[in-house]
C-alpha cells in the first residue's frame, strides 16, 4: 500500500503524450532556475564529447544530497520528462521539500549527444518498427553509465568519458544518501534494481508498477549473472559478477565486461542507496506469467541462441563486405562494431547455459515470451542502427557498389524483421504519464528510505 503523500505525488504527473528532447529538458530547468531563484539555481557540470554543456538544477538545502540523472543511456527518454517534473515539484511545494530533507541535484541529461540521435522517435508512432528505425545505443565503452574506473583480475578500465567524469564529479561534491540514474527498458514487465537489499522498498517498487497495470518481469533477467532479491527486484548489475560469471562458464572473462563500472559502484564508497526502475514502453501480461509451458527450458536456450547466431551471421556479413569501402567513423558504426559480436557472444551464452543439469525444467510462459521478445530487440536495435550506418555513407556521397547493394538487401531484411516482430496481437503501447509517475514515485519512495 502507497503512503498517502506518495499516492498524492502520483496525481500531479501530467498525462504526456511524446517525451520531450534535450532542448526542451534543458529549456525546462532553465526556466524553473530563472523563475524560483529564491529555491533553485543552474549551474554547468561538464560537456559532451561534442562539446554540448552538462546542466546540474539545484533544489533545496537539506542537510542530505540526493542526485538524480536523466537519460544516462540516449533510448531511455522517460528520465527527461521526470526530472523536469520532479524540479518543477520541488520548486512549487515547501512542503515537498520539508518531507524529502533533501539538496537536490537534478542533471538534465547524462549523454545529450547520443539522445538526439534517438529523437527520431520521441514523438512517435510508438511502434517497435519505429522504435528500432530511429534506435541509438552507443558502444559499451561510449556508454557514460559504463565507463567508471574499473579493476578486477584480469580486468582494467580506466578510458572515463568526459560525461563520466562529469557525473563522478557530482557524487564527489555531494556525496549523495541516494543517487539514481534514470533507466528504463523497452518490453515485457517492470522491474527494479537496487545496490542493496531494502526489504520495506522492494513492495513500494512493485505496488507503483501494479497501481498502472504494468506488470512485473518474471522472465528472463537483463544478464544470467544478476542477483534476485525477490520477484521483479535485482541488485544493480556488478561487472564483477559478470566477470566472474564468464570465468565459470569458460568464456573470455574480460570480454564479458566490456567497459568499466557503473555509478552506483562508484557511490558506494559514501554508502549511497542507489535504485534504477526499469520500465516498458509496451505493456505484455505474459510478462508476469509463471505457469509451466509444454517447453524445456533447455530447448527455449537453444532455439534463441540459434537465431542469436543467424541474426549475427547476416549483420556480421554485411559489416565484413563494406569494411574496405566506409570513410565514416560515425556513432552508428562504432555501435554495430561492438554489438553485433555481442549478439554471437550471446548466443554462446545460452549454449553454454543449455548444457547446465539446471536447463532440464519446464519452461515458464514469461520465459518463453521473453527469450522472443529479446530475439526481436536485437534484431531492430542493432539492425536498425547498422542500416542507419549504412545510409550516412550514402549521405556523404560514398555510394559505393558494396554500400549501395548492402543498404538495399539489408533494408529488405529489416522490413522482414519489423513485420515478425509486429505481427500478432498488436503491442499495447503503455501511456508515457503512467511511465514518469512510475519513475517519480520509485526516486520520491527510494529517497524516504534512504533518509530513513
Known amino acids: 500500500m502507497l503512503e498517502s503523500w506518495l499516492a498524492g505525488e502520483l496525481d500531479t504527473v501530467p498525462g504526456y503524450t511524446r517525451f520531450s528532447t534535450v532542448d526542451e529538458v534543458t529549456a525546462g530547468l532553465t526556466r524553473l532556475a530563472a523563475d524560483r531563484q529564491d529555491v533553485a539555481a543552474l549551474r554547468r557540470v561538464g560537456t559532451s564529447r561534442l562539446g554540448e554543456p552538462m546542466w546540474c538544477l539545484t533544489v533545496g538545502d537539506g542537510p542530505r544530497h540526493a542526485l538524480v540523472a536523466a ?71 561510449e556508454q557514460v553509465e559504463w565507463t567508471f574506473p574499473f579493476a578486477y583480475k584480469g580486468a582494467y578500465f580506466d578510458r572515463v568519458l568526459p560525461e563520466t567524469l562529469a557525473l563522478m564529479r557530482l557524487i564527489d561534491d555531494t556525496r549523495p544518501a541516494f543517487m539514481t540514474t534514470l533507466h528504463n527498458a523497452e518490453l515485457g514487465g517492470a522491474f527494479f534494481y537496487l545496490n542493496r537489499p531494502e526489504p520495506a522498498l522492494h513492495g513500494v517498487l512493485k505496488d507503483l508498477a501494479r497501481r498502472y497495470g504494468v506488470p512485473l518481469h518474471a522472465g528472463e533477467p537483463e544478464h544470467p549473472s544478476m542477483r ?173 557498389p558494396a554500400i549501395r547493394g548492402h543498404a538495399a538487401s539489408l533494408a529488405g531484411t529489416y522490413a522482414a524483421w519489423c513485420a515478425e516482430a509486429e505481427s500478432g496481437t498488436p503491442a499495447e503501447t503503455i501511456p508515457i504519464g503512467h511511465l514518469v509517475a512510475i519513475q517519480y514515485g520509485s526516486l520520491l519512495a527510494g529517497a524516504a528510505q534512504a533518509a530513513s
Open 228 to 400: 534476485r532479491f525477490e520477484e521483479s527486484v535485482f541488485q544493480l548489475p556488478d561487472m564483477r559478477d559478470s566477470y566472474d560469471y564468464a570465468e565459470k562458464m569458460g568464456q573470455d572473462p574480460a570480454a564479458a565486461v566490456g567497459g568499466g563500472g557503473g555509478s552506483d559502484s562508484y557511490a558506494a564508497r559514501y554508502g549511497t542507496l542507489s535504485i534504477a526502475a526499469e520500465l516498458p514502453y509496451w505493456r505484455d501480461p505474459s510478462a508476469a506469467d509463471l505457469s509451466a509451458t509444454g517447453d524445456v527450458y533447455r530447448d527455449l536456450l537453444l532455439a534463441q541462441a540459434a537465431d542469436m547466431r543467424a541474426t549475427s551471421a547476416v549483420l556480421g556479413r554485411v559489416m565484413e563486405e563494406v569494411r574496405g569501402d566506409v570513410v565514416s567513423d560515425s556513432p552508428f558504426l562504432r555501435a554495430s562494431r561492438f554489438f553485433v559480436p555481442l549478439i554471437d557472444a550471446t548466443a554462446v551464452t545460452n549454449e553454454l547455459r543449455a548444457a547446465q543439469p539446471a536447463a532440464e525444467r519446464p519452461a515458464t510462459v514469461a520465459e518463453r515470451q521473453s527469450g522472443r521478445e529479446i530475439v526481436h530487440s536485437f534484431r531492430l536495435r542493432f539492425g536498425g542502427m547498422l542500416l542507419r550506418a549504412l545510409e550516412g555513407e550514402l549521405a556523404i556521397g560514398n555510394g559505393t
Open 71 to 141: 537519460m544516462p543511456h540516449p533510448n531511455e527518454p522517460i528520465g527527461g520528462l521526470t526530472v523536469v517534473h520532479l524540479a518543477a515539484r520541488l520548486c512549487a511545494d515547501p512542503g515537498l521539500r520539508a518531507r524529502t530533507g533533501y539538496t537536490w541535484h537534478i542533471v538534465a541529461c547524462l549523454d545529450p549527444d547520443g539522445t538526439r540521435l534517438n529523437e527520431g522517435w520521441f514523438a512517435g508512432p510508438f511502434t517497435k518498427s519505429h522504435y528500432g528505425r530511429h534506435f541509438y545505443r552507443p558502444a559499451g565503452h
